[in-house]
């Protein structure tokens, strides 16, 4: 959050996807701007994060759920990636065959961006 708000000028930001929950969360709430959106899609980190329910209410924050994109949805996020310069931070790819030890990496929250699992055919 203080980088985000470095970054901004102190602005914050007008979303932010957490999808770790856990102690991530304050950081989320904290990153966002006046009127801001916190999208949660996950609770690796644990469901039961800490709240400071003023900083919800008085910066007028939204807080949405998401659990599951429709393939629709899926496409247009692949065509945004293939229209912009942004790319997903992926952290590596391993072969289907080593999947336990891409788990065990993501178990002890060694990685950084996404573990991708490559299908030999």
Do not use: M, Y
Not at 29 to 52: D, E, I, M, S, Y
Request: with cysteine; aromatic share 6%; hydrophobic share 45%.
């Amino acid at each position: 959050a203080p980088a985000v708000r470095g970054l901004t000028g102190k602005r914050g930001v007008d979303v932010v996807v957490n999808g770790v929950g856990g102690d991530s969360w304050s950081e989320s709430l904290a990153a966002l701007a006046r009127g801001g959106r916190l999208v949660t899609c996950g609770a690796v980190a644990g469901p039961h994060p800490k709240t400071n329910l003023r900083r919800v209410f008085w910066n007028q924050l939204k807080i949405f759920g998401a659990n599951s994109a429709t393939r629709q949805e899926f496409l247009r996020v692949l065509d945004f990636f293939a229209v912009s310069s942004r790319k997903p931070i992926i952290d590596s790819v391993v072969a289907l065959k080593d999947a336990p030890a891409a788990h065990e990496r993501l178990k002890q929250r060694k990685q950084f961006g996404k573990i991708v699992l490559r299908v030999e055919s």
